[in-house]
């Protein structure tokens, strides 16, 4: 069952340069969360770690650095990774189509498989293949 972001405790937002992302390269591509307390780690990159506990429901969302571009950016799709679990897999909200929700079921450190969609205005669209990583407490 799809989780509303209302419910997501986790906020990870990616933001894209659409003018720096060319041929599927990350950069342009910047990570951020809401668990500066916590201690993530690269923040601001496509590498980012971020901290949570065992548990916690994690919200991603994609927005395009500059507000006036006609570019269009999407998450396509997560890839399999230990630290969702038996059920934790991201799918989109429930109450936000352009979010995913999932939860961190796993003790330990793992990276996850993201896939953006980068409609850039007047161009041709791309895919850009990123690998953050999350490192769960018990």
């Known amino acids: 069952m799809a989780i509303p972001t209302t419910s ?7 933001w894209v340069d659409d003018n720096a992302v060319t041929n599927g390269s990350t950069a342009g591509v910047y ?3 809401n668990r500066i307390s916590a201690g993530p780690t ?11 506990s065992k548990g916690s429901n994690v919200c ?3 927005f395009l ?7 269009q950016v999407s998450i396509a799709a997560f890839g ?48 850009v293949k990123l690998n953050p990583s999350v490192t769960v407490s018990a």
Not at 8 to 14: F, N
Not at 88 to 110: E, F, I, K, L
């Open 60 to 62: 991603w969302q994609v």
């Open 8 to 14: 997501c405790d986790v906020q990870v937002q990616i």
């Open 42 to 52: 690269h923040e601001g990159t496509a590498n980012l770690n971020t901290a949570a």
């Open 80 to 127: 399999n990774s230990s630290a969702w679990g038996f059920s934790g897999q991201p799918q989109t909200a429930s109450d936000n189509a352009s979010a995913y929700t999932g939860t961190v079921q796993n003790a330990g450190t793992a990276s996850y498989p993201v896939s953006l969609n980068v409609q850039v205005a007047g161009g041709s669209g791309i895919t």
């Open 65 to 71: 650095i500059n507000p006036k571009s006609t570019s």
């Open 31 to 33: 990570l951020v969360d």
